[in-house]
């Protein structure tokens, strides 16, 4: 069983710039694809960026794609999701997921944590 944990959520203005970050225990974190998911009021959940292995294979949603950069430490088995350029419509709960690598299903997802960005 997978336990994550993300923190670094918050308050910022528009054009502003986030890091979260999301802890993994439990399992083999070297094992996980690990990805960020948001969901925004009244939305769905929506995938925003991947990490199976290394930055190398990363993949990005459009919509962030040039703006927010997805990395991982295997060392301390934490998952880092740097965003910048921020705007009202990033505005969501923000999720970790891990899933082991090539199973492309995530099994284990964290409490969220709520990302508010201000016009």
């Known amino acids: 069983q997978v336990h994550l944990v993300e923190s670094g959520g918050g308050l910022v203005q528009a054009g502003g710039s986030l890091r979260l970050s999301c802890a993994a225990s439990?399992?083999?974190?070297?094992?996980?694809?690990m990805a960020w998911f948001r969901q925004a009021p009244g939305k769905e959940r929506e995938f925003v960026a991947r990490?199976?292995?290394?930055?190398?294979?990363?993949t990005y949603a459009n919509s962030v794609k040039g703006r927010y950069t997805i990395s991982r430490n295997n060392l301390e088995n934490t998952v880092y999701l740097q965003m910048a350029s921020l705007k009202p419509e990033d505005t969501a709960v923000y999720y970790c997921?891990?899933?082991?690598?090539?199973?492309?299903?995530?099994?284990?997802w964290g409490q969220g944590t709520q990302v508010t960005v201000s016009s």
């Open positions: 990490i199976p292995w290394s930055a190398a294979a990363a």
């Open positions: 439990g399992g083999t974190f070297s094992d996980l694809d």
């Open positions: 997921a891990a899933g082991l690598i090539g199973a492309l299903t995530y099994d284990y």
